[in-house]
């Protein structure tokens, strides 16, 4: 993470939505702007993510509120497109909450407003870059006494401890589920991943799948990883404190390391040359299926690897590593219908659903859980059942503006208008910025034939996102 800059300049058009997007460096910061349906939203860029290696991502700031940007800059290609997740957008805009999982892995220390979904303090985390003590834990007792054992040493830890550091941030699985009561950023190196959040990865059809963030995955199916009784981890190739100036030497090193001598005189003609480069054969870069114009390198060290990747997954979600016992059916419950809702795969949200109502009477007061039963029964068309679970939820946390939000969406499928705008009332007052709440409102004040505050709503919501009309001239 970096405090933008002047950033390339361009412009394209979106095929997908027909909008079209311009970067344009003005008045000491970089603007992007969405031309669409007759209304332009144009805002400064306030950070960028990403090394550069591949591409750029960016965060724009309304206020305290933080937003993805939907453009990346592809530096290998030199162009702008799409930011990865909104190539098929039909509607995209800057409304996308950057929440403090967002921003965990991308910068030190998120500095999230308690209690609500992407509301920051000033400024909004310490430090852009990663600093020491995320791994190797705490600083403190090491600032007062500076000797080896008073900081976490990552190589000295246990195997799964150890390869926990790595995956809090090169493990994403297809979806990560908090333990009750826990945030992803609870994590704290010396502890394993498990020990507050289950990671789910899916059952792959082939082991050919590159993404973005899968690492640890591809490393774990390789022959090298398998064979090395769990000595071979991210450290024994990287060295996080250093980018080596020649890496096709480095990390021939590292491979003859462990193939040593007899590895050079059994393949003596195809592997001697000491400018050979082992990563280049055995760990090509490929496409990312979810990674827009972007390759990565493959860790899966095959000994012939394949040409093609075959992005095919099975509707199963595994546990990287499972969590207490006690856990394990409401994590992977609450998984399958965090990525089934996402995929429109009813399959694994009906078997979410039913693996919650077995375990509902355990987790009375889990919102997490009560909010995903909500969620399915409301999309049911079981509203007044959705009610009973919002409302349980809301009362555990009565400031959480998008708890306000489900609970009044309930309320309107079931006629409520007026019940529902007082929670939507709430929900704008706690998050003026929160693009549902927004929207039901106007909703629910249009059901009661209040145009007028409909439209101001909507009016002091662009107002605040930068929208504007476009007139014949603009366009």
Not at 7 to 28: D, K, L, Q, V, Y
Not at 223 to 242: V, Y
Not at 386 to 400: C, I, M, V
Not at 419 to 445: G, M, N
Request: with cysteine.
């Amino acid at each position: 993470m970096r405090v933008a800059g002047a950033e390339p300049e361009g412009a394209f058009e979106h095929p997908a939505s027909t909008a079209r997007f311009s970067i344009r460096n003005a008045r000491g910061a970089t603007w992007q702007t969405v031309e669409k349906a007759g209304y332009s939203q144009s805002l400064p860029i306030s950070y960028v993510i990403g090394s550069g290696s591949h591409a750029f991502g960016y965060v724009v700031a309304v206020g305290d509120h933080l937003f993805q940007s939907p453009l990346s800059y592809y530096t290998i290609r030199r162009m702008w497109d799409m930011a990865p997740g909104y190539e098929q957008s039909t509607d995209p805009d800057f409304s996308r909450p950057v929440t403090p999982e967002c921003l965990f892995c991308h910068s030190n220390k998120p500095r999230p407003v308690p209690n609500t979904l992407n509301t920051y303090q000033s400024p909004p985390f310490e430090g852009s870059g990663i600093q020491c003590d995320r791994c190797h834990g705490p600083a403190e007792a090491h600032l007062k006494r500076p000797v080896p054992g008073s900081i976490i040493n990552p190589a000295k830890l246990g195997p799964r401890q150890r390869d926990s550091i790595c995956e809090q941030c090169h493990l994403t699985g297809e979806v990560r589920i908090p333990n009750p009561g826990n945030a992803i950023s609870d994590f704290l190196p010396g502890q394993a991943i498990e020990d507050v959040y289950t990671v789910y990865v899916a059952r792959h059809d082939s082991d050919k799948t590159i993404k973005v963030v899968s690492h640890v995955e591809q490393l774990a199916l390789s022959a090298c990883a398998r064979n090395s009784n769990g000595k071979l981890w991210c450290g024994t190739c990287h060295d996080p404190h250093e980018t080596p100036i020649h890496p096709a030497g480095y990390y021939r090193e590292k491979c003859l390391s462990c193939h040593g001598a007899a590895f050079e005189k059994a393949h003596e003609k195809a592997h001697a040359a000491s400018a050979q480069d082992c990563i280049t054969c055995h760990m090509p870069q490929r496409p990312a299926n979810d990674g827009g114009h972007t390759a990565f390198t493959d860790h899966r060290i095959s000994r012939r690897p394949e040409v093609e990747a075959d992005t095919s997954l099975s509707d199963e979600l595994i546990a990287w590593h499972e969590p207490d016992a006690r856990l394990r059916d409401r994590n992977l419950a609450l998984a399958l219908v965090t990525r089934g809702m996402e995929n429109h795969n009813s399959s694994q949200v009906i078997r979410g659903y039913r693996m919650l109502n077995k375990v509902e009477k355990d987790f009375s007061g889990d919102a997490a859980m009560l909010t995903a039963l909500g969620t399915i029964l409301l999309t049911a068309k079981e509203p007044a059942e959705a009610t009973r679970r919002f409302q349980r939820a809301l009362e555990l946390r009565p400031d959480y503006a998008p708890y306000e939000v489900n609970l009044a969406d309930a309320l309107l499928d079931q006629g409520d208008a007026k019940a529902a705008t007082r929670h939507l009332e709430h929900a704008v007052q706690l998050d003026p910025l929160l693009q549902q709440a927004v929207q039901l409102l106007r909703q629910a004040f249009v059901a009661q034939g209040r145009t007028a505050q409909a439209e101001d709503l909507i009016r002091r919501y662009r107002s605040a996102m930068g929208f504007q009309a476009m007139t014949p001239t603009t366009r």
